[in-house]
Every structure is written in structure tokens, then in C-alpha cells.
């Protein structure tokens, strides 16, 4: 198993930039896909990147495409995600995951441990 505590969201203003991070303890960090998923109030959660156990292999959905940078330091069992140009749609709790197998891998079912997740308030 591995436990998943996220990090770093906040309120910030629309154009802002925000950096999540999701420290993990427990089984090798970097046998596990790490994805990040965020859901807005009265939506589904939705997936935002994912990245593979080495972070050769980068997903992002196309939403977020070119403003958001998924990253891991797994000599620090961290990951990261790198939020830039931020706008109000972007506003909900972010959550990171952790799954085996391959990262190209959107569904959220197929993710089997999550933090607590962490607020990203974005002001428009």
C-alpha cells in the first residue's frame, strides 16, 4: 500500500501560478503510476496528468494541456504538479492517486489509493 498527502493549493488570483504536492509514504513510491485528478462543486472528477513510475511518460488532459507540469522526485517520494495560468475554471480540490501499471490511464477507477485532496481557489 501507499498513503498519499497533498499539499500547496491556496487562493490565488486568475494568471497565477500554484504548486501541488503529493508526498507519499509506505510501498516503493516508485513502483506506482502517480495521477492528479481535481473536481469542481457539482462535477465529476476529472483527470488532470499522470505520470509514469520514473517520469519518462507525461499525460495531460487537454484542458490543461501547456499550463500544468507533472513532475516526481522519487528519491523524495513526491510528486509535483506545476500549476501556471491559472483561471476561475480551474478552481477545485485537486487530488493525486497512485495506480500499477501503465500512466496513459485517465480513469479514476483504475486508480487504487488517493489523498485527502487540497483546495485551488482561483479568483477571477
Known amino acids: 500500500q501507499v498513503q498519499l498527502v497533498e499539499s500547496g493549493g491556496g487562493w490565488v488570483q486568475a494568471g497565477g501560478s500554484l504548486r501541488l504536492s503529493c508526498a507519499a509514504s509506505?510501498?516503493?513510491?516508485?513502483?506506482?503510476?502517480i495521477g492528479w485528478f481535481r473536481q469542481a462543486p457539482g462535477k465529476e472528477r476529472e483527470f488532470a496528468a499522470s505520470?509514469?513510475?520514473?517520469?519518462?511518460?507525461?499525460y495531460y488532459s487537454e484542458s490543461v494541456k501547456g499550463r500544468f507540469t507533472i513532475s516526481r522526485d522519487n528519491a523524495k517520494n513526491t510528486a509535483y504538479l506545476q500549476m501556471n495560468s491559472l483561471n476561475f475554471e480551474d478552481t477545485a480540490v485537486y487530488y493525486c492517486?497512485?495506480?500499477?501499471?501503465?500512466?496513459?490511464?485517465?480513469?479514476?477507477?483504475?486508480?487504487?489509493?488517493w489523498g485527502q485532496g487540497t483546495q485551488v481557489t482561483v479568483s477571477s
Open positions: 492517486a497512485a495506480k500499477t501499471g501503465s500512466a496513459y490511464d485517465s480513469t479514476a477507477t483504475r486508480y487504487d489509493y
Open positions: 505520470i509514469s513510475r520514473v517520469g519518462a511518460y507525461k
Open positions: 509506505g510501498r516503493a513510491f516508485s513502483t506506482y503510476t
